[in-house]
């Protein structure tokens, strides 16, 4: 398989577990209480319009992240619930993947306006504001543009700062340096070993961590093209630049794992390895394990899924040919 076709693997780290994702399917894997692994899948729906729309530069790093968010929900919400439920109560409880459309619609949706709306609220109205508050010191457009890019980002490190301090988020952190590890090692063709997993960095060019902090520093340049008469049409102007902001960030986080393997240019995928230094943390040999399991669930189900394709397109050859 190619380094390109690796790259397309990803993941997501959840509580007690990691989630990766392949072309056909995402799979978690956790740790229960007593020990044991349990697997969760939600299969990728393949919608024409939506692919298409993912083939759109600048569009399709918006169309991803929502898919992102939606998925990753999902399993985030299996690993939450699913996690401290002791295995001899599995029958008192309805397993995740069992659950109503209608209450998954309802929570991914409910998760994502809240996200937004506090996303909003402190990366937009606070910013914008406190670099108002200091127009007396920083009058020009470009000295305003810079110091709400600059509390942006100090925002943005002191709440992950802080809040991995807490015991849970702190072993989250862990899961998602243990994510990290094992896609590094199988795309350097390592056996999926816990000493080979753990031997590698736990940082990756193609982290969501790296796409935040470049949605901070691509807005900056971005908002440099859009003047502003008064603090209300500042903030219109965020909100209404957020699908720009996001579209070009992602085109940047593409671009630098393009460039991480050229020594001159490697560098402009730094800053978002800085942040990851926050955000991952170095996992323990158990929690490796959880990762490895999980990777390896979900290409075994991709194999599968490649397999039922092959097949399908052999029969429907052979009916043509008929």
């Known amino acids: 398989m190619s380094k390109q076709q690796k790259s397309a693997y990803g993941g997501q780290a959840v509580v007690e577990g990691v989630m990766f994702g392949g ?17 969760f899948e939600v299969k990728r729906k393949s919608v024409p319009w939506v692919q298409r729309l993912k083939k759109i530069p600048f569009v ?3 169309v991803g992240i929502i898919e992102a968010s939606m998925y990753g929900t999902k399993h985030l919400n299996f690993s939450t619930d699913r996690y401290e439920v002791d295995p001899k109560d599995d029958d008192q409880i309805v397993p995740a993947e069992q ?5 998954m619609i309802f929570g991914v949706a409910a998760v994502g306006v809240l996200s937004f709306l506090f996303g909003k609220f402190i990366f937009t109205i606070i910013p914008a504001l406190g670099a108002e508050s200091l127009r007396f010191l920083f009058p020009g457009h470009v000295a ?3 110091i709400e890019g600059l509390l942006k980002l100090i925002l943005l490190l002191a709440y992950i700062y802080f809040i991995s301090f807490t015991p849970l988020i702190r072993r989250v952190f862990q899961y998602h340096g243990a994510e990290h590890k094992v896609i590094n090692a199988y795309e350097r063709d390592m056996p999926l070993t816990v000493e080979n997993v753990q031997s590698q960095s736990r940082l990756h060019y193609r982290c969501g961590s790296s ?9 900056v340049f971005i908002y440099l093209l859009v003047p502003f008469d008064s603090i209300w049409e500042r903030l219109v102007h965020r909100v209404a630049l957020i699908p720009v902001v996001l579209g070009v960030s992602y085109e940047v986080l593409q671009l630098t794992n393009r460039m991480r393997d050229i020594p001159v240019l490697r560098f402009l995928g730094y800053p978002g390895l800085w942040l990851q230094l926050l955000t991952t943390k170095e996992p323990k040999n158990d929690q490796v394990e959880v990762a490895i399991q999980s990777f390896e669930e979900m290409l075994r189900r991709e194999e599968i899924y490649e397999a039922e394709i092959a097949s399908t397109r052999s029969e429907a050859t052979l009916v043509e040919s008929s």
């Open 23 to 39: 072309k056909h399917t995402t799979v978690t894997t956790i740790r229960r209480v007593d020990g044991s692994y349990d697997h």
């Open 60 to 62: 399709r790093g918006v």
């Open 99 to 103: 659950t109503s459309k209608l209450s």
């Open 144 to 146: 305003q543009n810079l």
């Open 211 to 219: 796409f935040i902090l470049f949605t901070v520093i691509v807005g």
